[in-house]
C-alpha cells in the first residue's frame, strides 16, 4: 500500500514556542491531506483539510491563526502549531487521500505525539 | 446530521470469531473503510467497501449494506495481537471520513 511519512513522531516544546509537523506522501501523489487531533480515548476529529495549492479548509471551532497548514506541493502537508500552550498536547494524525481512478482511500501517517511543558 | 454508532467495548477470546457492528448516517456516501487503531499509534487501514456484500481478506472480512446504513467487520481466529481500537468511518458525498469513537476489542486468553 501507500506510505505516508510523518515527523516527527515525538516532540516536546515549551509554552509559547511553534511546533511544525510534516506529513508526506511518498509514493503517491496527493492533492488533498487531512489533520487530524486526538484526545485519549477520543473519536478522531478532523482539524482541516489541506488541499495543494490553496487554502486549507477548517473545521468548525479550530483557530487558523493557531494551527497554520500548508500544502505547498503534491506530496508535503505541513501543520505548524504556534504560540503553543499546554492544552494543544495531543496525538495529531493527517491522512492522505490516493484517487485512483476505480476507488479512493486515505492512508495515515504515524502520528506525533505534541507534549508542550 | 452525520453520525457512526458502534459498541463501545467488546470482549473475545483466543482464537474465537467476533463481529463488530456498525451504523451509520451520512450526507451522501462514496464507501465506507475499517481500520484498527493499537494504544498511542495512528490507525491502520483494514478495508473498504463501496458495494453490498462481504470482502474477504485473510482473518478479516467487512460486509455493507447500503440500504441499511450497516456495516460490520469480522475478525476469525482471534490473536491477542487483535487487541485494540477499530474504527468505522464512511465517506461521505465531499469525500470525508466521518469518524466514531470506535469500538475496543479486548482479547482474553
Known amino acids: 500500500g501507500a506510505v505516508v511519512s510523518q515527523h516527527p513522531s515525538r516532540v516536546i516544546c515549551k509554552s509559547g514556542t511553534s511546533v511544525k509537523i510534516e506529513c508526506r506522501s511518498l509514493d503517491f501523489q496527493a492533492t488533498t491531506m487531512f489533520w487530524y487531533r486526538q484526545f485519549p480515548k477520543k473519536s478522531l476529529m478532523l482539524m482541516a483539510t489541506s488541499n495543494e495549492g490553496s487554502k486549507a479548509t477548517y473545521e468548525q471551532g479550530v483557530e487558523k491563526d493557531k494551527f497554520l497548514i500548508n500544502h505547498a506541493s503534491l506530496t508535503l502537508s505541513t501543520l505548524t502549531v504556534t504560540s503553543a500552550h499546554p492544552e494543544d498536547s495531543s496525538f495529531y494524525i493527517c491522512?492522505?487521500?490516493?484517487?485512483?481512478?476505480?476507488?479512493?482511500?486515505?492512508?495515515f501517517g504515524q502520528g506525533t505525539r505534541l507534549t508542550v511543558v | 446530521g452525520q453520525n457512526i454508532d458502534q459498541p463501545t467495548e467488546m470482549t473475545a477470546t483466543e482464537g474465537a470469531i467476533v463481529q463488530i457492528n456498525c451504523t451509520y448516517q451520512?450526507?451522501?456516501?462514496?464507501?465506507l473503510f475499517w481500520y484498527q487503531q493499537h494504544a498511542g499509534e495512528a490507525p491502520t487501514f483494514l478495508s473498504y467497501?463501496?458495494l453490498d456484500g462481504l470482502e474477504e481478506k485473510g482473518r478479516f472480512s467487512s460486509f455493507l449494506s447500503r440500504s441499511k446504513g450497516y456495516s460490520y467487520l469480522l475478525l476469525k481466529e482471534l490473536q491477542m495481537k487483535d487487541s485494540a481500537s477499530y474504527l468505522c468511518a464512511p465517506m461521505d458525498s465531499n469525500y470525508q471520513l466521518i469518524w466514531g469513537a470506535g469500538t475496543k476489542l479486548i482479547i482474553k486468553p
Open positions: 451520512t450526507s451522501g456516501f462514496n464507501g
Open positions: 467497501n463501496v
Open positions: 491522512s492522505a487521500r490516493q484517487d485512483r481512478g476505480w476507488d479512493t482511500e486515505a492512508f
